[in-house]
């Protein structure tokens, strides 16, 4: 397969510094809101990198889950990979992908563990069936067949029943990554593409443009 031929001219909008809200996670949920609005599919989705203490590093999709002062938040097994390596190096990076509206969005930050409360909360707002499916994966970990998830998942509602209340798993729960950089990324024509980045600064927020 030849790819070298294979392009898009992107030219849907721009984005310039009177653009930009004074801070970045206003910037942010504007766009979020833009991306729903569009028709975006799960346009919170997004891709979290994190790395061992030695830099190995390792990428994969997961759900936004909130967002506000504090940062980003994401739930997951704790005792995954990407858990063992937040454990061990909290630096992390997120990226929203929004080719639809030719846009993406970059974050760089720190990912702390969120409260039990917190992690209640949300854990009692999901689908049974994904209450139900945390009990059953011990997620990132070698599992013989889809035979045995199968049977781990029929453990779990044999174990719980019909009507019962799930309790989080022990291994499961919740963190809010604290931005240090976003920046947003429009498409533009002859790849001439805008780049604002916020980086943080004392309280506040410096904007610089990046060159494509």
């Given at each position: 397969m030849d790819l070298s031929g294979l392009r898009?001219?992107?030219?849907?909008?721009?984005?310039?510094?009177?653009?930009?809200a004074d801070d970045?996670?206003?910037?942010?949920?504007?766009?979020?809101?833009?991306?729903?609005?569009?028709?975006?599919?799960?346009?919170n989705a997004m891709v979290l990198a994190t790395a061992t203490p030695d830099g190995r590093p390792s990428s994969r999709m997961v759900l936004l889950k909130g967002v506000g002062p504090?940062?980003?938040?994401?739930?997951?097994?704790?005792?995954?990979?990407?858990?063992?390596?937040l454990a061990?190096?909290?630096?992390?990076?997120?990226?929203?992908?929004?080719?639809?509206?030719?846009?993406?969005?970059?974050?760089?930050?720190?990912a702390s563990v969120l409260a039990d409360d917190e992690v209640e909360a949300y854990f009692h707002s999901r689908p049974r069936g994904a209450q139900l499916g945390a009990w059953?994966?011990?997620?990132?970990?070698?599992?013989?067949?889809?035979?045995?998830?199968?049977?781990?998942?029929a453990a779990a509602q044999e174990r719980f029943g019909a009507d019962g209340e799930v309790p989080v798993p022990p291994e499961w729960g919740g963190y809010r990554v604290r931005p240090d950089v976003v920046e947003l990324w429009q498409g533009r024509p002859s790849?001439?593409?805008?780049?604002l980045v916020y980086r943080r600064s004392g309280d506040g927020w410096t904007v610089e443009r990046l060159a494509p």
């Open positions: 898009e001219e992107y030219g849907r909008g721009g984005l310039d510094l009177p653009d930009l970045p996670i206003e910037m942010f949920e504007r766009w979020l809101q833009q991306a729903v609005d569009a028709g975006v599919h799960e346009p504090d940062g980003f938040v994401f739930f997951t097994n704790q005792s995954s990979r990407k858990g063992g390596e061990a190096n909290p630096q992390c990076a997120l990226l929203f992908p929004w080719h639809p509206l030719e846009r993406q969005v970059r974050v760089e930050g720190v059953a994966s011990a997620q990132s970990r070698p599992v013989a067949s889809r035979a045995d998830l199968a049977a781990a998942y790849r001439m593409h805008d780049r």
